[in-house]
């Protein structure tokens, strides 16, 4: 992953402004996996915050631009990265689609949303990657219809060693626009966590599934 260490700064702080990411050390969320975390992050947040959405967008856009070169489609993930990614095809002028988790039940049963053909090229766009598993159903969507996967991009990742793994496992490249250890460093620097709370945070991240014993 090539992550810009300005951007990865910024970004963080932009969502920690707007509680797009909270940190809650002393007194943890309960994620839907049932694991204890310190940390929650909803970044259809910056969707409510034009120049906090104008400057990830530009970012993403940039970020793709540099990295792969501008594809055929931009595709987003239901439901979290709709929004963002419709913004990041509009900035590069491109047709926009997005994957579902499932297929619909009714109608035409519709698993990929919008157009796209078979020997496309496609960036996918992400909000947030955890174990980068529901972003990878995505990845297998469009290959089951002959679309050829360039590469994925996200605003936030928490960086887990089980998430590299799948997105190598996978064959996808993956690049964030800020992650975990970037966010620390600028939650602490900034005085928005304490020392010992930044320790805290950071053995979190080394075994999630077994923090909270």
Known sequence: MILNKETAQKTAEL??????????PQNPFTWASGWKSPIYCDNRVTLSFPMIRNYIRENLAKQIEELYG??????????GAIGIGALVADVLNLPFCYVRPEAKKHGRQNKIEGYIEKGQTAIIVEDLISTGKSSLLAVDALRE??????????IFTYGFNVAEEN??????????????ENLLLLAEKSNYISSEEAEILSKWREDPGNWSK
Do not use: H, R
Request: glycine share 6%; proline share 2%.
């Open 15 to 24: 969502l920690l402004q707007i509680n797009a990411i909270k940190l809650q």
């Open 70 to 79: 501008k594809p055929d489609v931009i595709v987003g993930v239901a439901t």
């Open 145 to 154: 219809v002959g679309v050829q996967v360039k590469g994925m991009v996200a």
């Open 167 to 180: 997105f190598k496992n996978a064959n996808v490249t993956l690049n964030t626009l800020s992650n975990y």
